[in-house]
Structure formats: structure tokens, C-alpha cells
């Protein structure tokens, strides 16, 4: 499995970034992205996450109401659309998958060890 992360940059307080995880090596579409980011000093928080199976999106309180996680099935590809971006969106993305669909999604997909697969991270910059 692989996944590789695209979209970051710099942007403007109350700006928009879409970015991408495309993912390769699964079978069928039985399995789970998550979107994670980390600062400095700081641990990996998720903030996102979308099970290809039910369609169930799941988002971190910060991010509701201005994240997006949706799925282009054609491509492989999850999206994190990010509007409304503030300086505290400022981290590393990472965008992770479990080797096998957790049960309990929706209580579990926050935790960093519920993912096997991760990305390489892209950089999201929100300049005020």
C-alpha cells in the first residue's frame, strides 16, 4: 500500500487548500482514510477520516463546518478540502490508512495507531 500526499502550501488567513491522498495497493474499496497533521513539539492529531465501505466521514471539532473529506472513486484519490483556514491550521498533513477496517470507526479513527500506512506529509502554511 501507498499513499502520497499532495495540495500543501502557503495561503492566506481565510483561504482554501484542497488536498490529496492517492492511494495504491488496496483491494476493492473496504478501507479507511484518515487525515492527520502535526506541529512541533506536538503529537499527531486527527482531524479527519472517511470509510470508502460506509461513506461515514468523521471530523475533529476544530475542522467542522470547514473541512471536507470526500473520495474521487475513479482515481483512488481521498480529498481534504480545507476553506476558511486560520494560522493555527499550520502543520504537516499526513493522510493514513489501516491495514484492515477498524471495527468501532467512529469511536477509534482519531488514534495514530489505529493507521498502518501513512504518507510523507505535505506542509499547509496559513500566513495572517
Known amino acids: 500500500v501507498q499513499l502520497v500526499e499532495s495540495g500543501g502550501g502557503l495561503v492566506q488567513v481565510g483561504g482554501s487548500l484542497r488536498l490529496s491522498c492517492a492511494a495504491s495497493g488496496f483491494t476493492g474499496d473496504d478501507y479507511v482514510i484518515g487525515w492527520f497533521r502535526q506541529v512541533p513539539g506536538k503529537a499527531r492529531e486527527g482531524i479527519s477520516c472517511l470509510s470508502r465501505r460506509d461513506g461515514d466521514t468523521y471530523y475533529e471539532d476544530s475542522v467542522k463546518g470547514r473541512f471536507t473529506i470526500y473520495s474521487d472513486n475513479a482515481k483512488n484519490t481521498e480529498y481534504l478540502q480545507m476553506n476558511s483556514l486560520r494560522p493555527e491550521d499550520t502543520a504537516v498533513y499526513y493522510c493514513?490508512?489501516?491495514?484492515?477496517?477498524?471495527?468501532?470507526?467512529?469511536?477509534?479513527?482519531?488514534?495514530?495507531?489505529?493507521?498502518?500506512?501513512w504518507g510523507q506529509g505535505t506542509q499547509v502554511t496559513v500566513s495572517s
Open positions: 493514513a490508512a489501516p491495514r484492515q477496517h477498524p471495527k468501532f470507526l467512529h469511536a477509534r479513527w482519531r488514534g495514530a495507531s489505529v493507521y498502518d500506512y
